[in-house]
Structures are given as structure tokens and as C-alpha cells.
């Protein structure tokens, strides 16, 4: 028989002490079994005056209470708001234990742990009013003083929330979900960025969700500092920083939509060195200015930091513009000493421009057959500063290259294709470099990977340098692994000079999962070297490269491949970065080799090198 002790509700009371030591005594929170709330406070109007009881809980079809009531905001509907929170308690034991039910409503309809006034831990229910178990390992918070407070800030379908039987046990009736150590999961990428959960304990995060990423949001350099910013489905932008590009520090969320379903969706930041917006009381110390649209599609808005993005303030006069659709992209124009938005809307990108990145002028010069998350950015040729184009990239990271005044771009290529895998998209990079190394570096969100019961859902290609080099067939932007990737070499085992026969195998490793690869290459026309790695085909042939895609072709003959393998992502460059795939994959077997078929496949040099991770320390 379990032993309880009572606090809050019914002071502090010893209910059996059966069969168990003082020790491990489970201590009540809330079993909400009153006609009142007790020594609980409230606000707003969702929970009413007291718990749901007896007849009620069916009414309101409530199913898995612990005895005759629970506390419910579903009284009155969906419609009206509020909180529910416990007076003060020290955490005392190892595990918060209760059920839970209602809507899924992260950060809106919840149960939330408050400790020095944050909240550290969090869960919903899944849409359902069935109340389900859920614990919490709060031992890093012992001794701690804590509340617990039921909070629903949603009105819509589903708006509500269900609490019961809350308690401090050392013996929950169902111990967390996620049991392996932060970053150390087993598809968790090491040397690629993902999301973490910050309050939740949830497997499989969906849209909205902690652990969730998508869209790149506003890249910018600042400081010395890699800032990476990305959507969590237009909820809240995810942030990190990073000093090297390889090594990167989760912040929290840098801001929130204004309230539920307004929407932060994707954007981009800069940097007001001039404090042309005055949004700074001190142009010693310039604004950080991030821009992104509402849910609405129309009002586009910004919030700011003075901080170096550490805090975020909502401009007081949102929206700056209002226009048809999405994601703005904000740069400034040097030649013009104006700030240029580009931004999606109708197929088409729209120039605005503005003096003070407040105010805002249609240029009238939109680009056609364009499609979300605009990319723009000027490059020299052939490293020649003399001859500077400029790049623009689609969402779908389809980019062309031509010439832009500051009102109107004109394109001297087709738009071809910045990566051909299957996992590419809403590329952005890194602005504002020019205060840095000079680099232009490119991420994009890996759409569609797949990483069963894992705390995290999705991740984002390792940075790439973009160059625009001259080829036969016109400018042509090339990517390739930044070199920091070297960093992360453990050693270097080498072949040369190698002529593999057809039907030939070539182990290059037995095990292991985080590797880099350099391979000079001779295959005849019709022949096909294939890379197995650990199940999956990489096809090279005489002039492409296939991952999980259609072929990748190159001009002239393919020489030159490198190869980035993570836990669950494949990364591809073939002759410096002419064309590449990106792809995320799940591992069948283990092991690296090289088999050739048709003709025998000359290997001049071959360098794998097996890399440590980022969250190696």
C-alpha cells in the first residue's frame, strides 16, 4: 500500500504509513476532492470556484480521475481563461507525479512546475479527456521551493485542460519517457544542429512542439557570435549561438507569438549599426532587429534586443507593414543607403524599401516564379571584388544570379539548383560576415527527416561556404563543408592509388557513425562506384552524384566527392561543391565501403576521416 502525506489542501496529514518509511512517503499537492480550491488561487475564470465533482467529471466526460474530483477548466467551454496555482512547497522528492488531459496546447493549456519564478517544467494532454499519467524527474530542484500551476490561455477547440492527483513520490505510476541524457540520443545528430526540450518530457515532438524545428529564421553575425534562429511552426523562434560554427549553445526561445495562434512566423534579423530605427536610447549600443509576419499573412513585425539577442522587446507599434504574405528578408544596400525587404507573396517576391526600417515603400518591381523564404545577397565573381553579383534563393533553393539597383533584380541565369537531395529546404545564411571573416555560409532546414521516439523532430545541414565561380555554361554557385569541419577529425586513414574491379568490395569501416570523407575519383562512362553507408547507396557515376534522388550532374566529369555522414543525415559535394545532395536517413546496417560495377573504377587517393562530436566533453 502506498503512503501519503497531504499538503496545501488539507495541511499536512499522514493518510497511512502501511508497509513504508518516512523517507519515501509520497506528499499530496492537489487531489482536488473539495467543493473549493483550498489554499489554491485562481485567476481569470476557467476553473471556477472549486473542482469538478462527481457527476460533473462525466459530464464534462472526464475519464481517470483518482477519486471524486479533478480540477478542470472546461466548467463553462472552451471559451473562458485563466490559472490555477499551489501555494508554495520544498520539492522534496524525486519525481512530480499527476494526470492529465485536455488539449495539447503547449505554453496555453497546461500544467506547469514554477521554481525562482520560472517555469522549468510542463505538459499538456493530447486531445483527449481521458486523464493519462505523467512524472517529472525534479531532482536537480530538491530542496527547492516550488508551485505547480494549471494555466489555460486557449479558447479554441480543445481549449482546455484536466489536472488530478499531483504529488511529490519517489515511485511515480509512470516514470518519465525520455531516459537518455540530453544530445547522447540514439538518432540524435552530433554534428548537426537540432532542438532540445526545455520543460516538456515528450517522445516524437510535432509541429509547435518543443524539440520541434523547420524554417530558418534571420542567420546573422554579431559580435563574434553565430546567431541560428528557426522556426518552431510560427509558436516561437528557436535560437542558438555559436562561436565557430560547429560547437552551438541552445538558448531559450528568443520570443513567442504575441498570444495563441497570432503567429511569429519566418523572417530575419539584422544588425542597426546606425540605430537608423531609433529603437536604441544609445547608438554606442545598436539594435539587433528581427522581422517576421503573423498568421494573418498581411501584418509583418518586428522585435528588437539590445542585448545581443539574449532579450527580445515587441516593437509598441506593430505592425511596420501590412501587404500580402510572408517572410520578409531584410538587408541593407550600401550603394543606395537604404534598408531593401524582399518578401513572398502571390508566387512572386515584393521589394519594399526603407530609410529607418520602420517605414516602409513598395518599389513596384516584384519577381516572378518565386516562392517563400527569399534569400539575397551579394558575391564577388571568382573571388574578384570587382565583380560583384548578386544571389537570390528561393525557399525550395532554386537560386539565380543577375544584377540588383535596390528597387529591381535582374536575373542573368535560369534558377537552377543550390542542392538536389530530398531533404533541402527554406535555406537562409549567415548575414552581417562582412564584419567577420567575409565568408557568405549557408543552412538549410532538413525537411522530412525521421527519428523515432526521440525527444527532438528534425535538424539543419551542416554550414556550407557559398562561392560564385565562372563555368562554361555561366556564373554558377558552388557550396562546401566550412573548414571547421576539420576540427572535429579524430584521425585520417588513407588508400591511394586503387583500381577497384566491378563485383570488388572495399571495406573502409567496420563500425562507427560520424564521418567525413574525401575521395578523388576515375569512373568510366557507363561504370558506377557505390558508397554503402551503413544501408544506404550513395551512386556515383562518371558526371552525378545520387543519395536517395534523382542524379546530380556536374560539367564534365566528376573527380572530386566529400562526404559528411552523421547519425541520420548524409551530405554530399561533388568537385568542390558544383552540385550537391542533402539526406537524412535512417541507419540498417553498419559500416562504410566502396563496391564498383561495370568497368573497374580508379581510386586515386581516398581520406576518411572519423569525427568526434560536438558534445563529445
Known amino acids: 500500500m502506498r503512503s501519503y502525506w497531504v499538503c496545501g489542501l488539507l495541511g499536512t496529514v499522514l493518510l497511512s504509513a502501511h508497509g513504508a518509511s518516512a523517507a519515501n512517503k509520497d506528499i499530496v499537492i492537489g487531489e482536488f476532492e473539495g467543493v473549493d480550491f483550498g489554499g489554491w488561487t485562481t485567476t481569470g475564470t476557467a476553473f471556477g470556484s472549486g473542482p469538478a465533482l462527481g457527476a460533473r467529471l462525466g459530464e464534462l466526460e472526464i475519464q481517470g480521475a483518482h477519486g471524486n474530483g479533478a480540477a478542470s477548466s472546461e466548467l ?11 501555494p508554495a512547497f520544498k520539492i522534496s522528492r524525486r519525481y512530480l507525479s499527476f494526470v492529465i488531459g485536455g488539449g495539447r496546447y503547449e505554453h496555453s493549456a497546461c500544467l506547469n512546475l514554477i521554481v525562482d519564478g520560472k517555469v522549468v517544467r510542463s505538459a499538456t494532454g493530447a486531445n483527449s479527456d481521458r486523464l493519462m499519467p505523467v512524472s517529472w524527474d525534479v531532482r536537480k530542484f530538491l530542496g527547492r521551493e516550488a508551485q505547480v500551476q494549471i494555466e489555460d490561455e486557449a479558447s479554441g477547440d480543445w481549449g482546455h485542460v484536466n489536472v488530478d492527483h499531483i504529488l511529490q513520490t519517489d515511485q511515480p505510476e509512470r516514470m518519465p519517457v525520455t531516459t537518455q541524457a540530453l544530445y547522447q540520443e540514439t538518432y540524435r545528430p552530433q554534428f548537426h544542429f537540432t532542438a532540445r526540450q526545455w520543460t516538456e518530457d515528450r517522445l516524437n515532438p510535432g509541429m509547435r512542439e518543443e524539440g520541434w524545428l523547420n524554417d530558418l529564421n534571420g542567420l546573422v553575425y554579431y559580435d563574434g557570435e553565430y546567431h541560428l534562429f528557426a522556426q518552431r511552426w510560427n509558436k516561437c523562434w528557436v535560437h542558438a549561438v555559436s562561436r565557430d560554427l560547429i560547437h552551438w549553445t541552445e538558448l531559450e526561445p528568443a520570443f513567442w507569438e504575441e498570444h495563441l495562434d497570432s503567429g511569429v512566423q519566418s523572417g530575419n534579423c539584422v544588425v542597426d549599426y546606425a540605430n537608423t530605427s531609433g529603437l536604441s536610447p544609445d547608438k554606442a549600443t545598436p539594435p539587433m532587429v528581427a522581422f517576421w509576419s503573423r498568421n494573418d499573412n498581411r501584418s509583418h513585425c518586428i522585435t528588437y534586443s539590445l542585448d545581443h539577442g539574449r532579450t527580445w522587446k515587441f516593437y509598441d507599434k506593430n505592425p511596420v507593414l501590412v501587404a500580402p504574405e510572408r517572410d520578409p528578408m531584410v538587408f541593407w544596400h550600401a550603394s543606395t543607403h537604404k534598408w531593401v525587404m524582399v518578401m513572398y507573396g502571390n508566387d512572386q517576391y515584393h521589394i519594399f524599401t526603407s530609410p529607418n526600417l520602420l517605414d516602409w515603400t513598395d518599389e513596384k518591381h516584384p519577381i516572378p516564379n518565386s516562392f517563400e523564404c527569399p534569400d539575397m545577397f551579394e558575391m564577388p565573381l571568382d573571388g574578384d571584388k570587382a565583380r560583384m553579383k548578386w544571389v537570390l534563393i528561393r525557399g525550395n533553393g532554386k537560386y539565380s544570379v543577375g544584377e540588383f539597383d535596390g528597387s529591381e533584380f535582374h536575373e542573368e541565369t535560369p534558377q537552377l539548383d543550390s542542392d538536389g537531395g530530398p531533404n533541402f529546404y527554406a535555406t537562409q545564411s549567415w548575414g552581417n560576415t562582412e564584419t567577420g571573416d567575409g565568408r557568405r555560409i549557408q543552412a538549410a532546414w532538413m525537411r522530412g527527416g525521421v527519428y523515432p521516439d526521440m525527444p527532438f523532430n528534425q535538424q539543419v545541414t551542416f554550414p556550407r561556404e ?50 567525413h570523407i574525401n575521395m578523388n575519383v576515375a569512373i568510366p562512362e557507363g561504370a558506377a562506384l557505390t558508397l554503402n ?73 581516398i581520406s576518411v576521416f572519423p569525427l568526434n562530436s560536438v558534445w563529445k566533453h
Open 76 to 86: 463553462a467551454g472552451d471559451g473562458p481563461t485563466g490559472t490555477l496555482t499551489s
Open 533 to 605: 553507408v551503413r544501408g544506404v547507396p550513395l551512386i556515383l557515376t562518371h558526371n552525378a552524384i545520387a543519395c536517395e534522388t534523382t542524379p546530380q550532374t556536374v560539367q564534365g566529369a566528376l573527380t572530386f566527392v566529400e562526404v559528411l555522414i552523421d547519425r541520420t543525415s548524409i551530405e554530399v559535394y561533388a568537385n568542390h561543391g558544383e552540385a550537391s545532395t542533402s539526406t537524412c536517413f535512417l541507419p540498417n546496417d553498419s559500416g562504410l565501403s566502396l563496391k564498383a560495377a561495370v568497368e573497374t573504377v580508379s581510386l586515386p587517393s
Open 466 to 515: 557559398l562561392t560564385l565561380r565562372t563555368t562554361p555554361s555561366g556564373p554558377r554557385l558552388f557550396r562546401e563543408p566550412i573548414r571547421e569541419i576539420a576540427t572535429l577529425h579524430q584521425h585520417e586513414d588513407k588508400w591511394t592509388n586503387l583500381a577497384l574491379k566491378p563485383g570488388e568490395d572495399l571495406p573502409l569501416h567496420t563500425s562507427g557513425d560520424l564521418f
